[in-house]
């Protein structure tokens, strides 16, 4: 039987008070097991990010659990939970959220340093990991030298870097065209997805489903489906 890497039960976020209450999540729960790419599909507004936010230790819930690899993530210290997702999970995001004034090299090399890692080892990981995602040659220049999918590759390579358990994915093709996209996600299926890594990915972008093992549906801030099998392509 697969071995669980995420395991959420009844997450609940709301904003507010009294009437003016809002709930963005409602009583969530799902497994998410290693060795698979599980998607979270729905509308915008329907609490996916939220959700996503609070199983990688961003956002805390109001009501619910959150066990990564094991460990209740929401009974950690601040420091402890800011240390578990430095180690363990690896964040993309849509907008890549690169510095500007940093080469790629020194963007992908971030969490490393961040791990208080030697300055020319961190380098040499950097440029390990670039050269995985095709760009190697690109580690000298700023990010606004690269196209959209050259950033979002990059993004992939930092996220990588710190050789995470847990890697996160939050709309990653919103910003590129549908060829560009497709390409990526293949990508990721064929080089960063391990059997001892989890990867979660919300998405409304239907071109893209058939690189899922499952798909879990979100409308409401509930899940409105059970997770399916991988379509077909």
């Known amino acids: 039987m697969p071995r669980i890497a995420i395991q959420a039960t009844g997450l609940t976020k709301w904003f507010g008070e009294g009437e003016a209450r809002t709930y963005a999540v409602?009583?969530?729960?799902?497994?998410?097991?290693?060795?698979?790419?599980?998607?979270?599909?729905?509308?915008?507004g329907s609490g996916k990010t939220t959700m996503l936010s609070m199983i990688s230790g961003i956002l805390r819930p109001n009501a619910g659990k959150v066990m990564v690899e094991g460990t209740d993530i929401w009974s950690l210290s601040d420091n402890a939970l800011a240390a578990f997702r430095l180690h363990k999970i690896g964040f993309v995001f849509q907008d890549y959220h690169l510095f500007p004034r940093l080469t790629t090299a020194e963007n992908v090399a971030i969490p490393l340093i961040l791990q208080?890692?030697?300055?020319?080892?961190?380098?040499?990981?950097?440029?390990?990991?670039?050269?995985?995602?095709g760009l190697k040659d690109k580690a000298p220049l700023p990010p606004v030298k690269?196209?959209?999918?050259?950033?979002?590759?990059?993004?992939?390579?930092?996220?990588?870097?710190?050789?995470?358990?847990?890697?996160?994915?939050?709309?990653?093709?919103?910003?590129?065209?549908?060829?560009?996209?497709?390409?990526?996600?293949?990508?990721?299926?064929?080089?960063?997805?391990?059997d001892q890594r989890c990867i979660v990915m919300v998405t409304h972008d239907a071109r893209i489903y058939e690189f899922a093992d499952r798909i879990a549906k979100m409308e409401d801030g509930r899940l409105t489906g059970t997770e399916r099998e991988k379509l077909d392509a």
């Open 146 to 194: 690269l196209s959209g999918g050259e950033q979002q590759r990059v993004a992939i390579a930092r996220a990588i870097v710190s050789r995470p358990d847990i890697m996160i994915f939050d709309e990653p093709t919103a910003s590129l065209d549908g060829e560009t996209g497709r390409t990526i996600v293949s990508f990721v299926r064929q080089h960063v997805l391990t």
């Open 116 to 133: 208080n890692r030697d300055w020319d080892e961190a380098m040499d990981e950097a440029m390990h990991d670039l050269e995985v995602v």
């Open 26 to 44: 409602r009583d969530v729960s799902f497994d998410a097991y290693f060795g698979e790419m599980l998607y979270v599909v729905g509308p915008s």
